[in-house]
């Protein structure tokens, strides 16, 4: 199954396998930051699914929004 059509759930482990241009804060309001806040590889965890196939994802920086493409599930 590809990234594409993976479904993530709240609490899933994992990585990043490609940085977007911009990355999305995933605040009430968001904001676009630089891609080199994170680096290929980071572990992170969903927080939840945002609207437009985005997910809150924690990360040891923050809070941060990125598409499925951008990111794979890891076994714990």
């Known amino acids: ?3 594409e059509e993976r479904s993530f759930k709240v609490g899933d482990h994992i990585k ?3 940085l977007p241009e911009y990355i999305k804060t995933a605040e009430p309001m968001p904001m676009l930051r630089s ?3 994170l ?4 572990l992170g965890t969903i ?4 609207p ?3 997910y ?3 990360f040891t920086q923050g809070a941060f929004l990125l ?3 951008y990111i794979e599930a890891i076994d714990d």
């Open 16 to 18: 990043i396998v490609a």
């Open 47 to 50: 927080l939840d699914r945002r």
């Open 56 to 58: 809150g994802i924690r």
């Open 67 to 69: 598409e499925s493409q």
């Open 39 to 42: 680096t290929i590889g980071e």
């Open 35 to 37: 891609p080199s806040l």
């Open 52 to 54: 437009g196939g985005y």
């Open 1 to 3: 199954m590809s990234n």
